[in-house]
């Protein structure tokens, strides 16, 4: 949550020619609610299965750049899928500048109480540093981590771009 992937996704696949898709939007558009509503009135599970079925459907395309969620990596077999039908970039950002990107935003569901409300910020600070420790095993078998910095979108973009085709060409 909030290490970029929808906003560097859409540029990187330009560069490389590449269509570009979101998951959660995909997911938003074809349920026709939001990712928040979705798991308010549903679960996150339930959003976790139709998250697979798109990234099983997206698996079998070729020349795309698609932005997980933060958790898809986590979920079943996604890891396994993703790895053996393209590459897997980690955007590795610390929490505190995670905390600083999204501590304002309001459709973050798993930032948010039983109730439906935001997390105070310790709490939702405490909260990125459970799920980067519960995912970090699976962050950390991406094919290739790209520690975030205050860089421009640009530079990102290239340096993004410049290691997927270095890893491609291994």
């Not at 998951?23 to 558009?29: A, R």
Request: glycine content about 6%.
């Amino acid at each position: 949550m909030g290490s970029g992937k929808s906003t560097l996704a859409p540029p990187v696949a330009n560069v490389l020619g590449f269509d570009s898709l979101d998951l959660d939007v995909e997911i938003e558009h074809r349920v026709g609610y939001s990712v928040s509503e979705i798991f308010e009135q549903h679960g996150e599970l339930y959003f976790r299965r139709l998250e697979q079925e798109l990234l099983q459907e997206f698996s079998t395309r070729q020349n795309i750049v698609v932005a997980l969620g933060g958790g898809t990596v986590a979920f079943e077999n996604n890891l396994e899928q993703i790895k053996s039908n393209g590459l897997l970039v980690y955007l590795e950002v610390e929490p505190d500048i995670l905390l600083k990107r999204i501590r304002r935003k309001q459709h973050r569901p798993l930032l948010k109480d039983s109730s439906g409300a935001q997390l105070p910020e310790t709490a939702m600070r405490e909260k990125i540093i459970s799920l980067l420790q519960i995912r970090e095993h699976y962050y950390n078998q991406a094919d290739i981590t790209i520690t975030m910095d205050d860089s421009s979108i640009a530079l990102t973009v290239d340096k993004v771009v410049r290691l997927l085709r270095k890893h491609v060409q291994e």
